[in-house]
């Protein structure tokens, strides 16, 4: 419920897109797990046990999507519980006599109805029964988001602007290709997936905007200034007046494009390039002024409503993405687990440490194989544009299984008639630090190394990139996490092997400072930074990077590192 005030006041939140945006609030409480009792008038009856249906028809197909994927491991035999359990008609009779007898509406139904079973197994003192208690939590959960995805995707307005407590990167990108301008997260850290997307679609955000659901009333006027961190609620029209002004002269700004130049003052050139994970990336990543696309998330095939999995449907994506990109495209297998885990049906106690990126790949072959099939066909189409990046390497033993599937499937693509490229790139992130700290070791095992600063943060400071209570820890440019990056960088060149950075580091002026004086040369960030990052290394000499990095490497703290760059530059 919102409170009452009426006077203009503003919520505090953190700058994770900069911008502006004046518009209508949409509410989305996604992660509302207690569902309140809705009255329902007799005559909607019919519409939401029609939505319920529809619903568990959605589920049963996404979860048999799954299980045909997943043959290999005990996931399958979870999915199948879970499907037997959605198909229980006694389910369904509960759920249809709440709605017609008590008047109460589809998701409070369904709430209730699992809630009452998990009740009765939990009293029933059965291990056996015990044990299928999280299935149903957890179908209770996946039915509650279906019926209210149907809800809130259609109800979003041009302009409008989402207040969430978070949100998956696929809902958020139906939602801006229906026309929403800004999103307030309650949840989260600069880095979380979602924050990252928005950012890359230009649109202006902030996270960790403490009870913005509860505060912001639907329908009404708001206005986001993310470069400050703030939402205006019940702005006043003097208010709205200045920050129209100020959102023109935004406009006007962001016409900010790319100089042609690609070189520092004495003449050293660099690279710039965009990360994406959408189609409708595509555009902001052309006008950026970026050399191409460093790094292409593909998990946005998996989630969302339209799961696009199979090999003809991967294949279609990625040349679509190449046919729209000129220079390369570094393009990453599925990082399933982590925050990039909405409907995998495994709960973990540690996710960012558990079946994440490559090791979920190595178990799970076809998901792996398809992939690979669909990356190998375009390359094959594409020579010299597609490289094949492996995200969450910990252990050098993962990039050999990786190499000897790509030559399996070289080799059954040629048999097969088809054009392959047989030089097709492969490298790895470096996330994790045992691979910075034995980055020569790895280096000579692959053609190129890329740096994801955003986990390689998270596991040397030991702080969850997405969690509000401890985002001031998530320190990318922290002095530790240099000198691993610069151990990388010193690995890699021994070993004779490119590196670059893709991580949101890559975007931050003072990291990019740093990780050009390190040598890096190839940087890859959210299309919006590609005009500013240019700015920055087209303004200095080499040397002067160079000196920079050396100083800020024996500093002992961040904010250290923030003066000296402030007196530097
Ligand atoms: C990273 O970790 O820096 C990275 C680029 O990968 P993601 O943000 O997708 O985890
Ligand atoms: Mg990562």
Same mark, same amino acid.
């Given at each position: 419920?919102?409170?009452?005030?009426?006077?203009?006041?503003?919520?505090?939140?953190?700058?994770?897109?900069?911008?502006?945006? +004046?518009? !209508?609030?949409?509410?989305?409480?996604?992660?509302?797990?207690?569902?309140?009792?809705?009255?329902?008038?007799?005559?909607?009856?019919?519409?939401?046990?029609?939505?319920?249906?529809? &619903?568990?028809?959605?589920?049963?197909?996404?979860?048999?999507?799954?299980?045909?994927?997943?043959?290999?491991?005990?996931?399958?035999?979870?999915?199948?519980?879970?499907?037997?359990?959605?198909?229980?008609?006694? +389910?369904?009779?509960? %759920?249809?006599? +709440? @709605?017609?007898?008590?008047?109460?509406?589809?998701?409070?139904?369904?709430?209730?109805?699992?809630?009452?079973?998990?009740?009765?197994?939990?009293?029933?003192?059965?291990?056996?029964?015990?044990?299928?208690? +999280?299935?149903?939590?957890?179908?209770?959960?996946?039915?509650?988001?279906?019926?209210?995805?149907?809800?809130?995707?259609?109800?979003?307005?041009?302009?409008?602007?989402?207040?969430?407590?978070?949100?998956?990167?696929?809902?958020?990108? &139906?939602?801006?290709?229906?026309?929403?301008?800004?999103?307030?997260?309650?949840?989260?850290?600069?880095?979380?997936?979602?924050? @990252?997307?928005?950012?890359?679609?230009?649109?202006?955000?902030?996270?960790?905007?403490?009870?913005?659901?509860?505060?912001?009333? !639907?329908?009404?006027?708001?206005?986001?200034?993310?470069?400050?961190?703030?939402?205006?609620?019940?702005?006043?029209?003097?208010?709205?007046? &200045?920050?129209?002004?100020?959102?023109?002269?935004?406009?006007?700004?962001?016409?900010?494009?790319?100089?042609?130049?690609?070189?520092?003052?004495?003449?050293?050139?660099?690279?710039?390039?965009?990360?994406?994970?959408?189609?409708? /990336?595509?555009?902001?990543?052309?006008?950026?002024?970026?050399?191409?696309?460093?790094?292409?998330?593909?998990?946005?095939?998996?989630?969302?409503?339209?799961?696009?999995?199979?090999?003809?449907?991967?294949?279609?994506?990625?040349?679509?993405?190449?046919?729209?990109?000129?220079?390369?495209?570094?393009?990453?297998?599925?990082?399933?687990?982590?925050?990039?885990?909405?409907?995998?049906?495994?709960?973990?106690?540690?996710?960012?440490?558990?079946?994440?990126?490559?090791?979920?790949?190595?178990?799970?072959?076809?998901?792996?194989?398809?992939?690979?099939?669909?990356?190998?066909? %375009?390359?094959?189409?594409?020579?010299?544009?597609?490289?094949?990046?492996?995200?969450?390497?910990? %252990?050098?033993?993962?990039?050999?299984?990786?190499?000897?599937?790509? /030559?399996?499937?070289?080799?059954?693509?040629?048999?097969?008639?088809?054009?392959?490229?047989?030089? %097709?790139?492969?490298?790895?992130?470096?996330?994790?630090?045992?691979?910075?700290?034995?980055?020569?070791?790895?280096?000579?095992?692959?053609?190129?190394?890329?740096?994801?600063?955003?986990?390689?943060?998270?596991?040397?400071?030991?702080?969850?990139?997405?969690? /509000?209570?401890?985002?001031?820890?998530?320190?990318?440019?922290?002095?530790?996490?240099?000198?691993?990056?610069?151990?990388?960088?010193?690995?890699?060149?021994?070993?004779?092997?490119?590196?670059?950075?893709?991580?949101?580091?890559?975007?931050?002026?003072?990291?990019?400072?740093?990780?050009?004086?390190?040598?890096?040369?190839?940087?890859?960030?959210?299309?919006?930074?590609?005009?500013?990052?240019?700015?920055?290394?087209?303004?200095?000499?080499?040397?002067?990077?160079?000196?920079?990095?050396?100083?800020?490497? /024996?500093?002992?703290?961040?904010?250290?590192?923030?003066?000296?760059?402030?007196?530097?530059?």
């Amino acid at each position: 419920m919102s409170t009452a005030k009426t006077q203009e006041y503003t919520i505090q939140g953190k700058p994770a897109a900069s911008g502006i945006a +004046i518009g !209508k609030a949409v509410i989305i409480n996604s992660e509302s797990k207690t569902i309140t009792p809705t009255s329902i008038k007799k005559k909607e009856a019919a519409d939401h046990k029609e939505r319920f249906l529809e &619903s568990k028809k959605n589920l049963t197909a996404k979860l048999e999507e799954m299980s045909g994927e997943l043959k290999d491991t005990t996931t399958a035999e979870i999915i199948d519980t879970q499907q037997q359990i959605i198909q229980d008609p006694e +389910i369904e009779k509960s %759920v249809f006599d +709440i @709605i017609d007898n008590k008047l109460l509406s589809v998701d409070f139904a369904i709430y209730q109805t699992y809630c009452t079973f998990i009740e009765r197994l939990k009293e029933s003192g059965s291990e056996l029964f015990r044990q299928r208690i +999280i299935d149903l939590e957890d179908i209770r959960d996946q039915f509650i988001a279906e019926v209210c995805d149907q809800k809130n995707l259609k109800s979003i307005k041009k302009g409008s602007i989402i207040i969430t407590r978070e949100i998956s990167p696929t809902d958020l990108v &139906s939602y801006y290709e229906d026309g929403a301008t800004g999103l307030i997260m309650e949840k989260g850290g600069t880095t979380a997936h979602a924050a @990252i997307i928005a950012k890359s679609l230009g649109m202006p955000c902030i996270v960790n905007a403490k009870r913005a659901t509860k505060e912001a009333v !639907k329908n009404e006027t708001i206005i986001l200034n993310a470069d400050e961190g703030m939402v205006i609620l019940r702005p006043s029209d003097k208010t709205v007046k &200045s920050y129209k002004a100020k959102l023109k002269a935004q406009k006007k700004a962001s016409k900010l494009t790319c100089s042609n130049d690609f070189e520092t003052t004495d003449g050293v050139s660099f690279k710039l390039m965009a990360n994406i994970e959408f189609e409708a /990336e595509l555009d902001n990543a052309a006008k950026s002024g970026s050399q191409g696309v460093g790094l292409l998330r593909t998990e946005g095939l998996l989630f969302g409503k339209r799961v696009r999995n199979s090999p003809a449907e991967q294949q279609e994506f990625y040349e679509q993405i190449v046919a729209g990109t000129e220079g390369p495209v570094t393009i990453r297998l599925f990082d399933i687990g982590g925050d990039k885990n909405a409907r995998r049906p495994h709960k973990e106690a540690n996710p960012f440490l558990g079946w994440r990126g490559i090791r979920l790949l190595l178990d799970e072959k076809k998901l792996l194989r398809n992939q690979l099939q669909a990356i190998l066909t %375009v390359a094959g189409k594409y020579p010299g544009r597609v490289k094949v990046l492996v995200p969450m390497i910990s %252990v050098i033993d993962e990039v050999r299984q990786i190499r000897n599937e790509i /030559e399996k499937i070289q080799k059954d693509l040629l048999s097969s008639g088809m054009d392959i490229d047989e030089k %097709v790139p492969l490298g790895l992130m470096v996330e994790v630090p045992s691979v910075a700290l034995s980055a020569y070791q790895f280096a000579k095992e692959v053609d190129f190394m890329s740096i994801g600063s955003n986990d390689l943060t998270q596991y040397t400071l030991a702080v969850d990139r997405g969690n /509000e209570r401890i985002h001031t820890l998530f320190q990318h440019y922290h002095p530790s996490v240099l000198k691993l990056i610069k151990m990388t960088v010193d690995g890699a060149r021994k070993a004779d092997v490119e590196i670059s950075v893709c991580g949101e580091l890559a975007g931050d002026e003072i990291g990019v400072a740093c990780l050009f004086g390190f040598g890096i040369k190839e940087l890859s960030m959210v299309p919006s930074s590609v005009p500013t990052i240019n700015k920055l290394l087209c303004s200095k000499s080499s040397e002067e990077f160079t000196e920079l990095a050396n100083q800020a490497i /024996e500093l002992s703290s961040s904010e250290e590192l923030e003066q000296l760059y402030g007196e530097w530059k």
